[in-house]
């Protein structure tokens, strides 16, 4: 079973793709695009084309649990790619994410400029990662 984690943003998205035993992070990679909808096609062309049989969607968080207005549009977001996929999302909480994506980046040399293209697919990453220690 393959697992594609998605980071939601609103300029780029990072995903995340698992192997095929969905026990580790087989690609990531980010979509520059803004609209909600083509995102969610371009999302669903790359689950068709992969073969992704399950969708996780960060859901952004406060750090005291709470949801704000970021969280709302990751919702509707969820709605758009159920219809789009055929597929449940499931939201997965990404506290933190992104802060860890750049550190992982910045202990791995990459100078601050790169940070911002490639967080996003580092974010998914470690979406993924957490979602499938759940399975095993």
């Given at each position: 079973?393959?697992?594609?984690?998605?980071?939601?943003?609103?300029?780029?998205?990072?995903?995340?793709?698992?192997?095929?035993?969905?026990?580790?992070?087989?690609?990531?990679?980010?979509?520059?695009?803004?609209?909600?909808?083509?995102?969610?096609?371009?999302?669903?062309?790359?689950?068709?084309?992969?073969?992704?049989?399950?969708?996780?969607?960060?859901?952004?968080?406060?750090?005291?649990?709470?949801?704000?207005?970021?969280?709302?549009?990751?919702?509707?977001?969820?709605?758009?790619?159920?219809?789009?996929?055929?597929?449940?999302?499931?939201?997965?909480?990404?506290?933190?994410?992104?802060?860890?994506?750049?550190?992982?980046?910045?202990?791995?040399?990459?100078?601050?400029?790169?940070?911002?293209?490639?967080v996003d697919a580092v974010a998914a990453s470690l979406i993924l990662e957490a979602y499938l220690g759940t399975l095993h």
């Amino acid at each position: 079973m393959r697992v594609m984690a998605i980071d939601y943003g609103d300029a780029r998205t990072g995903i995340a793709v698992s192997d095929l035993l969905a026990s580790l992070c087989g690609d990531a990679f980010t979509i520059a695009e803004w609209d909600p909808v083509r995102l969610s096609q371009r999302i669903a062309q790359e689950v068709r084309s992969r073969g992704v049989e399950r969708l996780v969607l960060g859901l952004p968080r406060n750090m005291d649990g709470t949801e704000g207005p970021r969280a709302e549009k990751t919702r509707a977001f969820q709605k758009l790619l159920e219809a789009e996929t055929g597929l449940e999302v499931q939201l997965w909480d990404e506290r933190r994410t992104s802060v860890d994506a750049h550190q992982i980046l910045h202990a791995a040399g990459k100078k601050a400029r790169q940070h911002k293209r490639q967080v996003d697919a580092v974010a998914a990453s470690l979406i993924l990662e957490a979602y499938l220690g759940t399975l095993h």
